[in-house]
Structure formats: C-alpha cells, structure tokens
C-alpha cells in the first residue's frame, strides 16, 4: 500500500486554509487506498507563537521528530509548512536519503515582516533554502508559481484546491440576516495583522458588514469598529448557513496564496470583491460576472453587488477536491522518482 507522511506545523485546534486543504485532500487521498500518516504539533509539547498565541510551535528534538517518522514507514514524505516540524523533516530526508516534495501556503517572508524587523530579503533567502531541498514545491496558482520561480524557488508543481459543495450551496435568503440590514459585506477568516482587514472596514459602503473569526487583532478591530459585526468562529453547517445570507464576500488580503474562502462563497452563491492579486486573479480573472476585480476595493464591492450569484455557483463548481488530491498525489510521486536537487546529491555523496 502506498503511504504518504505529511508533516505539518499547522494543524488542530487552528482553523485555516492549510489544516482544511490537508484535511480534504487526506480524506481524498484514503478513498483512493492511500494510507495517510501524520505528524502534527499535536504530538509534541508546544508554545504559544509570539504575538499570535493561536498558533503554537512545537519544541521537539530531531529524535524526537525522527521517530514520529520511522514509526509511520513512508513510501513517501510530504513536507507542508516551513516551521519547526517541517525544519526537523526535511534534515530527515536529506539524511536518509528520502527524495520529498514541500508546499508553499503561506507568504511566510511577508507573515514574519509584518511582526518583526526582518527584512523580506533574508526571508526569502530561507525560503529558496527550504524549497529547493525538496524534488517538488507545491504551489496553488500560476501567478504564485510564476513569482516564486522569478525568486529562485524550483522544481514547482501545481495543486490547486477544491470545494465541498455538500456543505456549501445556495440557501434561501433571509430578509434581515444576522438582525442587520442588507446588503450584507461578509469576510471570513484569521482576523489577524496580514488578512488586511481595515481596508475592508473603513469602506464607505450601504448596508452592514460582518466578520465572521477569530485572532490575535479581534479584540482591537471591535474596539476600532463598533458598527461591524463580529461573530467570532463558525464552522460546519452554521458556517455555510452564514456565508449563504452574504451579498457580496469581501476579500482584502494581499498575502494569501490562494484563498479558499473564496470557493466557499462562490459555492455559496456569493459574488466575490478583491484586489487582483494572487490567488482572488487566479480564481475570477475570466469571470466577471462572478466577482470583480479593482485596486480599488470599494469599487470592487459595489462592482460584485450587481454580479450574479448564478456565476459565482458556476464558477466554483470547476473545484473540486478529488481532482486536487490527485494532483496532490502525483506530485509526491514524482518527486520521489525524479532526481536528486544539486545541493541534496552534494550533501548526500
């Protein structure tokens, strides 16, 4: 049977895009007969990250971690995140010769430069180290593939994301949702430093606008706006239910690398407003009718207001998970036949 070990720093009780794309491309992966094994924080002691104590970093040896992998016998090993587990992972493969694929979730240079005096330089330098050590990168999108190859990052192969329309579809819309009045500007996700979020609420827009999450800037935004709504986190059918009574979902980040909020909306019958920039011009470029598109974010709201939420239906259903995990799955496998990076065949002779 084939085995794959995903080693991840993200991962329960966080609620992101990396633990959701895992999760669904896991259980994609096991209905095709491939064995799954973890190694998460979950396994380890761990810390509150300094300022943004959701996440916690695992304090684990490189014996430790080793053992976690020995112990699940890999045919192969799949590297998801660029922090300690995933450090303590890729000397692993390097030491025993285990050729691996890594992905790129996160603008881990810009998410670490807009908490500490970094420069974005030194960041990506890491990042180039990193990524380059593995057979593949995985990347969401061409324009994410595009700008980290112009950064030195190689070996980069596609895995784009799906969506579960069994959980988020169309519902009918209620007159006042929420007690607020319409049109509804929703956002969902991390309310954190990097999502952008002030550009979305200071807009001068008609109607309401919600922020369904949670985070480190919650407390601060709330203080700052007392006119939104800020529900904290929903899940399962409570979350789709929200996301069916939206107008218009609103995406401000300019550092996500994909945005699986946005399919969730879409399937949800939502049009979607954003800046064009990766991930938002991957997913809408094309489809006007399905969201817009503007440097100008307010424009861009009012813009999707008038976009038809049959579109934006339309558009998501070219999603799916199980075309995503197979992606996924021949991307591992070919990083394990293909040849060894040139720093990994020098470090290993």
């Given at each position: 049977?084939?085995?794959?070990?995903?080693?991840?720093?993200?991962?329960?009780?966080?609620?992101?895009?990396?633990?959701?794309?895992?999760?669904?491309?896991?259980?994609?992966?096991?209905?095709?007969?491939?064995?799954?094994?973890?190694?998460?924080?979950?396994?380890?002691?761990?810390?509150?990250?300094?300022?943004?104590?959701?996440?916690?970093?695992?304090?684990?040896?490189?014996r430790r971690v080793s053992r976690e992998i020995e112990k699940s016998q890999p045919?192969?090993?799949?590297?998801?995140?660029?922090?300690?587990?995933?450090?303590?992972?890729?000397?692993?493969?390097?030491?025993?010769?285990?050729?691996?694929?890594?992905?790129?979730?996160?603008?881990?240079?810009?998410?670490?430069?807009?908490?500490?005096?970094?420069?974005?330089?030194?960041?990506?330098?890491?990042?180039?180290?990193?990524?380059?050590?593995?057979?593949?990168?995985?990347?969401?999108?061409?324009?994410?593939?595009?700008?980290?190859?112009?950064?030195?990052?190689?070996?980069?192969?596609?895995?784009?994301?799906?969506?579960?329309?069994?959980?988020?579809?169309?519902?009918?819309?209620?007159?006042?949702?929420?007690?607020?009045?319409?049109?509804?500007?929703?956002?969902?996700?991390?309310?954190?430093?990097?999502?952008?979020?002030?550009?979305?609420?200071?807009?001068?827009?008609?109607?309401?606008?919600?922020?369904?999450?949670?985070?480190?800037?919650?407390?601060?935004?709330?203080?700052?706006?007392?006119?939104?709504?800020?529900?904290?986190?929903?899940?399962?059918?409570?979350?789709?239910?929200?996301?069916?009574?939206?107008?218009?979902?609103?995406?401000?980040?300019?550092?996500?690398?994909?945005?699986?909020?946005?399919?969730?909306?879409?399937?949800?019958?939502?049009?979607?407003?954003?800046?064009?920039?990766?991930?938002?011009?991957?997913?809408?470029?094309?489809?006007?009718?399905?969201?817009?598109?503007?440097?100008?974010?307010?424009?861009?709201?009012?813009?999707?207001?008038?976009?038809?939420?049959?579109?934006?239906?339309?558009?998501?259903?070219?999603?799916?998970?199980e075309t995503a995990s197979r992606q996924f799955l021949n991307n591992v496998t070919?990083?394990?036949?293909?040849?060894?990076?040139?720093?990994?065949?020098?470090?290993?002779?």
């Open positions: 049977m084939t085995r794959i070990t995903i080693v991840t720093d993200a991962w329960h009780p966080q609620v992101n895009g990396v633990v959701r794309s895992i999760e669904n491309t896991n259980a994609e992966l096991e209905r095709m007969g491939v064995e799954v094994c973890m190694v998460t924080p979950q396994s380890f002691h761990s810390v509150p990250c300094p300022t943004y104590p959701e996440i916690r970093l695992s304090v684990a040896g490189y045919s192969y090993v799949h590297i998801a995140t660029e922090g300690p587990l995933g450090f303590m992972a890729r000397r692993w493969c390097i030491k025993h010769g285990m050729r691996f694929s890594t992905s790129y979730h996160t603008r881990f240079p810009e998410y670490v430069a807009a908490r500490f005096p970094v420069p974005e330089s030194w960041l990506y330098a890491f990042v180039r180290w990193f990524h380059n050590g593995g057979s593949a990168c995985m990347v969401a999108t061409p324009s994410l593939e595009s700008e980290l190859n112009a950064r030195g990052v190689k070996n980069l192969k596609r895995w784009s994301r799906g969506i579960d329309s069994a959980q988020f579809f169309p519902r009918e819309k209620i007159a006042r949702p929420f007690g607020l009045p319409r049109p509804i500007y929703m956002t969902v996700g991390r309310v954190s430093v990097e999502k952008n979020l002030p550009e979305f609420l200071d807009l001068d827009l008609p109607g309401s606008k919600v922020v369904i999450g949670d985070g480190p800037a919650r407390a601060d935004l709330e203080g700052r706006y007392p006119n939104v709504l800020f529900t904290g986190v929903k899940t399962g059918r409570e979350l789709a239910d929200a996301y069916a009574q939206a107008d218009v979902f609103v995406f401000p980040s300019k550092t996500d690398t994909f945005g699986n909020t946005i399919l969730e909306a879409l399937a949800s019958g939502v049009p979607v407003a954003a800046f064009p920039v990766t991930g938002p011009i991957d997913i809408l470029g094309g489809f006007p009718k399905a969201g817009a598109l503007n440097d100008d974010l307010r424009t861009a709201c009012l813009a999707a207001l008038g976009c038809a939420p049959d579109a934006a239906l339309s558009l998501s259903k070219s999603y799916s998970w070919s990083a394990a036949s293909s040849g060894m990076p040139e720093f990994y065949a020098a470090s290993t002779a």
